[in-house]
């Protein structure tokens, strides 16, 4: 089992600029494999934003390449996402997930909400 928690979220302008964080909190001696950020907009489904491998590599939805980053630190079991020239449709409850290598089960955060309006 592993424990994932989200933060950073919170209400910004268009144009400006978030960055959520993720911790995940593998049993001693678990590997992480993937981890990654999905979002769920009002009425819409859960969609892939970013995702980042342990090996670095890394996978963005169209609507965000070029403004979101996807950044992690293997040895403290965190992803980031940096999030720049933030649009209304990029409002969302954001989710964090973090994959347990030996099953390639996802284990997912609570959310964090956020919300791009003038």
């Known amino acids: 089992q592993v424990q994932v928690v989200e933060s950073g979220g919170g209400l910004v302008q268009p144009g400006g600029s978030l960055r959520l964080s993720c911790a995940a909190s593998?049993?001693?001696?678990?590997?992480?494999?993937?981890m990654g950020w999905h979002r769920q907009a009002p009425g819409k489904q859960r969609e892939l934003v970013a995702t980042?491998?342990?090996?670095?590599?890394?996978n963005y939805a169209g609507s965000v390449k070029g403004r979101f980053t996807i950044s992690r630190d293997n040895a403290k079991n965190t992803v980031s996402l940096q999030m720049n020239s933030l649009k209304p449709e990029d409002t969302a409850v954001y989710y964090c997930?973090?994959?347990?290598?030996?099953?390639?089960?996802?284990?997912w955060g609570q959310g964090t909400q956020v919300t791009v309006s003038s």
């Open positions: 997930y973090a994959e347990l290598k030996v099953s390639s089960y996802d284990y």
């Open positions: 593998p049993r001693s001696g678990s590997s992480i494999g993937t």
């Open positions: 980042i491998t342990s090996g670095l590599r890394t």
